[in-house]
């Protein structure tokens, strides 16, 4: 038996904020593949639960005329996978989503709890960090939205205050309509496993030239994060073997890779370095440039 | 605490108070006595408690039991016929010797048998990466990804020329 002193469900969104707004200690629950598992190793004791998997509306995704795409905090990696809006204009979102755990973990693990748990190894992060995704959070008072790359904090630490819920992921079309882009998981199996790095990068071209390259990386650092430095350099550059190579090794300088028992720090970094060029040499084709050799 | 639900399992109705702590797969087994789901890891690793609900799988050991209120169960003691036929799925698991220890197996058929179901046709990659959800601690995997081709004759597609080959690859 799970440790659980209270459960309790609503059907909306509202009821969810005012009940969480009375009782700050609740602890939300969706998909529950973080949750009870941290529960399962007494990480987690005595909690009252207030679950969400009642909240359909939660579970949506749709792009608005604008061309924003929004996917509810609710969707599950099934869901994300197969939806077709996503893979036509965002597959590295739909990648990422393939990548995680198996069939029966990604037919009832949400993005928005992948999201709020905080982990560096979120499969779904690295590529929501690459088309800058927004967060929309809401409590009773009302919503406000955040950058995805100022929500992780730390290790399992994000920037929900007491009583927020996150309902929506939006993507903006200036972020992805136009980019061409490729997603590298690499773990030691190729299903149920936690990655030991992974890599999502999206560019767009200007005849010979980046218009704009974005690097997300995921278990290079105690956040997910983003290949600054790299991007700075490669705007503009010429489309060459050498600029991608220098677009790697500069990719190494933001990350913040340690030593852990599934890989070492230097390991890492050269992982960094050599699958950034590989996923920015597929997304410069998947952009509609030619293929380097 | 506890809190009223209806649900089905393989048919039968049922309608009562489940503990909250409860996780579905406890409720399967220590009450209502289908003890074919199985008891791994506890963790959603290892899929030998895999049931079908609304005939998708999930691992129920990490499903809270309350969670199941209005949905349709379907356990490995409900795929043979009333008369104790067994499915095709089940028959091509025997036929292919895809059992050892047996303990994956309940898990594993419930799974080849909802893509039998979908009536949706796979390549081999697409099978296996639908059955990762799945360890076989025997590793008797090549028998089990044979018993599953055998179960989706006509959906399995094993030919690079073939137009589904193509079409997935046109979608990657």
Known sequence: MYDIAGYYEVDTVSEAAALLAENPKFRLIAGGTDVLIKMHGGQLE???????????ALERIRKAEDGTISIGAMATFSQVFEDPILRE???????????????????IATIGGNVCNGATS?????????????????????????????????????????????????????????FGGQYIKFAMREAMDIATL??????KLQGKTFAQVRIGLGVAGPTPLRCLEAEAY???????????AEIGKLAV????????????????????????QRALKTAIVNAGGEELV | ??????????????????????????????????????????????????????????DSCIYLAVWADGKEITTIEGVASKSGELSDVQKAYVEEGAVQCGFCTPGLVLTTTALTESGEDYTRDELKRELSGHLCRCTGYQSIIKAAEKSLEGHICTCVDSPHYKQQQEKK
């Open chain 1, 46 to 56: 005595d909690v009252e639960l207030l679950s969400l998997r009642k909240i359909k």
């Open chain 1, 89 to 107: 204009m965002i597959p590295i979102l739909t990648e990422a989503a393939i990548s995680m755990g198996g069939p029966q973990i990604r037919n």
């Open chain 1, 122 to 178: 979120a499969d779904s992060a690295s590529s929501l960090f690459a088309l800058n995704a927004q967060l929309k959070l809401e409590d009773q008072q009302g919503e406000r939205l955040v950058p995805i790359r100022e929500f992780y904090l730390g290790p399992g630490k994000v920037a929900l205050k007491p009583g927020e819920i996150l309902t929506e992921i939006l993507i903006s079309p200036d972020d992805y309509q136009g």
């Open chain 1, 198 to 203: 992974a890599v999502s990068v999206i560019c």
């Open chain 1, 234 to 244: 490669a705007k503009g550059k010429e489309i060459s073997t050498a600029t991608v």
């Open chain 1, 253 to 276: 300088k933001s990350a913040k890779a340690r030593t852990s028992w599934r890989a070492s720090k230097e390991y890492r970094e050269h992982l960094v370095e050599e699958l950034v």
């Open chain 2, 1 to 58: 605490m506890f809190k009223r639900i209806a649900f089905s399992v393989n048919g039968k109705a049922f309608n009562f108070e489940v503990d909250i702590r409860e996780s579905l797969l406890g409720l399967l087994r220590n009450r209502l006595g289908y003890t074919g789901a199985k008891k791994g890891c506890g963790v959603g690793e290892c899929g030998a408690c895999s049931v079908l609900i609304d005939g998708v799988p999930f």
